[in-house]
């Protein structure tokens, strides 16, 4: 039955899914995470996955102009063509990986303890990232050329491992290719829009068999709340690592790693 402590429960889910989304910290990890310790456990996390929607919409929503610009421009500019070719490519990689390993990738690396490892091991990441003085070539996302894209996309593979951090490998991987920070966050928001919709998709297509009036329930209240809170992160996180870049980020995810590995430790 859908009471109220499971309603509360996919709440605080789907206020961590939004919050985490879009910044390099790893809503998937913290999203296992909280999941075991406040005991909501989903089928093949299909819960996680579907509430992701309310995310998509969110930055669907604080984007619209600009996406509808560039569909318009797409007959006759050829930034435009480029611009969209470069997000597909990028998507390419983690579609191909996605499909093929996904149930594998579920079965073997959603555990906590996989989840504070990596949590950690890239806040150390984005740590030296940040005091890292990398050559800028790129400031603008319509200009990444499409190797660069493609790149880019390779690298949010890693990102199948929980705690790893879709947004944060591709991130890395922009700056590594010469982006600087906020254009490389911009083109993670951009190269968010097919991947979310693709696992949600897959996932969907995979358990919709599996679901039962109250997961609908529950999916719905995490899709709102989700789209809430990811609505908020959008709208200043660009703002946010232009001006001071990944260091409250970096070392979020050592603490929630370090704190989770402390809680399994002592709970189980």
Not at 37 to 53: C, K, M
Not at 213 to 221: N, T
Not at 232 to 239: E, N
Request: glycine share 8%.
């Amino acid at each position: 039955m859908m009471d109220a402590m499971s309603i509360a429960k996919a709440v605080v889910l789907a206020v961590v899914e939004g919050a985490t989304e879009f910044i390099p910290v790893s809503s998937t990890g913290h999203q296992l995470l909280v999941g075991h310790f406040i005991d909501f456990h989903s089928p093949n996390n299909t819960f996680e996955v579907l509430i992701q929607l309310g995310a998509i919409l969110a930055i669907l929503a604080v984007y619209f102009r600009r996406l509808l610009g560039v569909a318009l421009a797409l007959p006759n500019d050829p930034n435009a063509r480029r611009f969209v070719l470069a997000v597909l490519l990028a998507f390419l990689p983690a579609a191909i990986v996605g499909g093929l390993f996904s149930k594998v990738i579920k079965a073997y690396l959603f555990n906590p303890w996989i989840v504070c490892a990596t949590l950690v091991a890239g806040g150390l990441v984005l740590l030296v990232l940040d005091d890292t003085d990398l050559e800028v070539k790129k400031t603008d996302v319509y200009d990444f050329s499409l190797p660069m894209a493609l790149k880019i996309g390779i690298f949010q593979c890693l990102a199948m491992i929980p705690g790893v951090s879709r947004s944060g490998a591709t991130i890395v991987g922009a700056m590594l290719m010469g982006a600087d920070k906020r254009s490389a966050t911009e083109f993670s928001f951009y190269l968010a829009m097919p991947t979310m919709a693709g696992a949600f998709a897959k996932d969907l297509l995979d358990n919709y068999k599996n679901l039962h009036a109250d997961d609908v329930g529950l999916i719905v209240i995490g899709f709102v709340v989700a789209f809430i809170s990811a609505l908020i992160v959008v709208r200043t996180v660009l703002d946010y690592v232009a001006r001071h870049g990944f260091w409250l980020f970096a070392w979020w995810r050592i603490i929630v790693g370090s704190l989770g590995f402390a809680g399994l430790i002592i709970f189980g």
